[in-house]
T-cell receptor, first 114, second 118 residues
């Protein structure tokens, strides 16, 4: 079955430490890939996207993600986390066969400790 | 501010009632999407409109309906409400209905309407 998996429900990280959020997908074709962030009480904000080309993509707020076709993964990273990065992060995929409508993973909640 | 406006931000109502959620898309966007976010189901695609026409349906209940008006704003109507309909309802908009030659669609989300059914 087609799916988007975020294996980690909750991650706690110290301020200044690095962060990596995992995302795996299971689709026949390479989907278009996105990471969104949802701060408490807010809507979803696009962090970055991958359509094609360079497999390492840069986003806003110092985030980057790497597409690895062999692993069907699109992991999100940030070298040094700030307290304001505490939020819920969603990986999403869009398929050409489905008019690129987004299917979301279950989300990973990030807590930042001082 | 994402440019996508949703009203109301919060709504509390009783079972069996009907509510309407409103969305104004970002300027220039022709496509509107509705998503439901609940604790048990996560983010689920409900329905999509493009330039006034229904484009795609997802996991939308028959008790729910939507439309997009000539000025491109959209309304999501939820009727015969049940406790399980309590959720955050997001509207998103995009320029097109699909990726087209440039690639995938990029959705811009509103802040959501939180519905509580008591």
């Amino acid at each position: 079955a087609q799916s988007v998996t975020q294996p980690d429900i909750h991650i706690t990280v110290s301020e200044g430490a690095s962060l990596e959020l995992r995302c795996n997908y299971s689709y026949g074709a390479t989907p278009y890939l996105f990471w969104y962030v949802q701060s408490p009480g807010q809507g979803l904000q696009l962090l970055l996207k991958y359509f094609s080309g360079d497999t390492l993509v840069q986003g806003i707020k110092g985030f980057e993600a790497e597409f690895k076709r062999s692993q069907s993964s699109f992991n999100l990273r940030k070298p040094s986390v700030h307290w304001s990065d505490a939020a819920e992060y969603f990986c999403a995929v869009g398929l050409r066969s489905n008019d690129y409508k987004l299917s979301f993973g279950a989300g990973t909640t990030v807590t930042v400790r001082a | 501010d994402s440019g996508v406006t949703q009203t109301p931000k919060h709504l509390i109502t009783a079972t069996g009632q009907r509510v309407t959620l409103r969305c104004s898309p970002r300027s220039g966007d022709l496509s509107v999407y509705w998503y439901q976010q609940s604790l048990d189901q996560g983010l689920q695609f409900l329905i999509q409109y493009y330039n006034g026409e229904e484009r795609a349906k997802g996991n939308i209940l028959e008790r729910f309906s939507a439309q997009q008006f000539p000025d491109l704003h959209s309304e999501l109507n939820l009727s015969s409400l049940e406790l399980g309909d309590s959720a955050l309802y997001f509207c998103a908009s995009s320029v097109s209905w699909s990726g087209g030659a440039s690639g995938a669609n990029v959705l811009t989300f509103g802040a959501g309407s939180r519905l509580t059914v008591l």
